[in-house]
């Protein structure tokens, strides 16, 4: 499997992000699904050897499955 580098966000003024990292907010790292996906409906995620599939619906509500 091949490493993707997260999409960058547009950042807020006059601040720095990591990259895919939005910015302005405290917290745990905030990424838009539709960047993830890269304007499509589909993401696939690998976390500890196992691989999930993120989709976007029709009706916009997200699913994860393994």
Do not use: F
């Amino acid at each position: 499997m091949s490493h993707m580098e997260p999409p960058t966000p547009s950042p807020a003024a006059g601040t720095a992000a990591a990259p895919g990292r939005e910015t302005g907010h405290n917290g745990p790292p905030r990424y838009r699904a539709r960047d993830l996906s890269r304007g499509g409906d589909l993401v696939t995620i690998e976390h500890d050897g196992q691989v999930y599939t993120l989709r976007i619906t029709r009706s916009n509500k997200l699913i994860l499955t393994k």
